[in-house]
């Protein structure tokens, strides 16, 4: 399956005729290297009689340069306590957008290294490329499938060009698969679709692909998610598709990653409807399976040795009708507890509680295993963070090593942002059975953003629904387990998914394992 990933290549010369302009993305044009100084003069002459330069991107005239174009797109200030890489990649996605619109086809991105942000070069080529991005449903009736020829990189030398190429090429891959599934329409990838376009992506790749489909099987071994799928499952081009994957790197095991993703087509909240005109932009809760599958893209290209990777992607829609389940039913998880169904539009934890019981059952055979849970799961989580941050929050395991922590530090590298939550003896408490005909209650009945600790309580509701809280530290098996809310950072609708939380996911487990 060809991806039509942007195209991209580096060079060492900043005049290169291959390319019909110049995109440079720096702090300050005083700071250039000697390398470039034949850009410090235009723009210098520019702000003698324009006070602004620096502030917003302008594009110049100047002769010599490829296509006699030099696109300025500057971060502003870098250095101070709430600044981060972002201001790289946000400038050269700025800059991008005003290339084009100059008509610039073969655009060059000159962004220098900055000494306080060791991968800000590669991070402008992902703001690039991020914009550049075309969405499948216009790939597949325009021409071209790419909004420019090629994207050019300057480098000073050889080895670092062929890095940042590899890199950027691989990322982008893995976000170009995730916006692909993420992004895309309820019918487009709706759950059938999201499994042939896996099984395609897949083919003659390190990365093993197992569909099921099934009612039965589903119904047997993920009767949560059965109960989500009930009625969607009436539709035959709606039914539900769980999607295993699995990489087995070269070289003795050290580290195996169990990732489940959320992946509701579409969102209707199910009998508790999401009324009132908030419905719109609920085909996006697909994210966290998407988020799983541009994982293993990235696995797949990049080909990380001593890693084990076992994905999990719950492909179902919520739909309403006659035979959607309901508040009040009692359904029996794969871990034998009783769930009493509190607000069918809490569908996000209940198609991945299974699954994600399937994986503590393999995970006591693995060589240093983590769980995870990827999800938009909540609306509390942009109430809490804001629009554009991930939330990761650990059990007691995975705390004891500061994992949380880790991945934080992960996503300053790249702009991959997270913020740290803590799972709390309140978040239990909330889920326990309210009668005796019930272990564990779902949800209340009032939205998570209404609800105290709402982006928390639903990790306590996986941990407890899928019997993950008989490996805490407390027992002979401890099982490290993590949360990630990817609610605010996957992205603005209307607008394309980012990718979050893929660069720090990378990060952590390939680029600094």
């Known amino acids: 399956m060809s991806l039509s990933v942007q195209p991209i290549q580096w060079t060492t010369d900043y005049k290169d005729p291959n390319y019909d302009g110049i995109l440079l993305v720096t702090q300050n044009i005083n700071s250039l290297p000697k390398e470039l100084e034949g850009l410090k003069d235009p723009l210098q002459d520019y ?45 050269a996605g700025n800059g991008i957008k005003r290339a084009i ?73 893995g976000r170009f698969v995730y916006r692909d599934i993420g992004g895309s329409d309820p019918e487009r990838m709706a759950a059938p679709r999201v499994a042939e376009y896996i099984k395609e992506l897949f083919k003659n790749s390190p990365v093993q692909v197992k569909v099921v489909s099934d009612l039965s099987t589903l119904e047997k071994e993920y009767p949560c998610l059965a109960a989500v799928n009930r009625c969607a499952n009436t539709i ?26 959320k992946g509701i087509t579409y969102d209707t909240g199910g009998a508790d409807i999401k009324a009132g005109g908030v419905m719109a932009g609920m085909h996006r809760d697909k994210c966290g399976s998407a988020a799983v599958a541009g994982f293993f893209q990235i696995l797949a ?32 998880s794969r871990a034998g507890r009783r769930v009493r169904v509190g607000n069918t539009d809490a569908e996000g934890r209940m198609v991945m509680v299974d699954l994600l019981c399937e994986m503590k059952e393999k995970a006591v055979n693995e060589v240093s295993p983590h769980l ?23 059990n007691g395991a995975a705390h004891r090593s500061d994992n949380a922590l880790q991945w934080q530090k992960a996503g300053e590298v790249l702009g991959d942002l997270f913020e740290v939550s803590t799972i709390r003896r309140e978040d239990y408490d ?28 639903p990790a306590a509701f996986l941990i407890m629904a899928s019997g993950l809280d008989k490996h805490g530290v407390d027992s002979d098996r401890p099982l490290p387990y993590s949360h990630i809310d990817i609610a605010g950072s996957s992205g603005p609708f209307p607008g394309v998914p980012t990718g979050a939380p893929l660069l720090a996911m990378a990060t952590k487990y390939i680029l600094q394992p």
Not at 60 to 77: E, M
Not at 238 to 261: D, F, K, N, S, W
Not at 439 to 455: M, W
Request: charged residues 20%.
């Open 101 to 173: 619109k100059a008509g610039i086809q073969r655009p060059l991105l000159v962004c220098p290294p900055h000494s306080s942000y060791e991968r800000s070069t590669l991070v402008a080529a992902l703001g690039a490329l991020q914009v550049l991005y075309m969405p499948l449903e216009l790939r597949e009736v325009k021409p071209s499938p790419h909004k420019v020829a090629v994207l050019g990189v300057w480098v000073k030398e050889k080895t670092q060009g062929e890095q940042i190429t590899e890199l950027a090429s691989a990322l982008e891959s």
């Open 372 to 394: 995870f849970t990827i999800a938009t799961l909540t609306g509390h989580a942009i109430r809490a963070m804001g629009p554009n941050y991930s939330i990761i929050m650990d």
């Open 301 to 332: 290209k990049l080909k990380p040795k001593h890693l084990k990777a076992v994905g999990a992607m719950a492909m179902v829609r919520n739909s309403v009708g006659s035979d959607c389940y309901v508040a009040d039913e009692l359904i029996v």
């Open 430 to 457: 909330f889920h326990k059975g309210k009668s005796e005909y019930e272990d564990i209650l779902q949800s209340n009945n009032l939205p998570s953003s209404a609800t105290p600790r709402g982006h928390q309580t």
């Open 47 to 91: 702000g003698a009689v324009d006070s602004g330069l620096g502030e917003e991107v302008v594009v110049l005239k100047v002769p010599n340069l490829p296509g006699n174009r030099l696109v300025f797109a500057p971060t502003g200030p870098v250095n101070r306590d709430y600044d981060d890489v972002r201001r790289f990649s946000d400038a």
């Open 236 to 261: 035959p081009r709606h039914q539900a598709r769980v999607i295993h994957l699995e990489y087995c790197g070269e070289g003795p095991i050290q580290q195996t990653l169990m990732v489940v993703g």
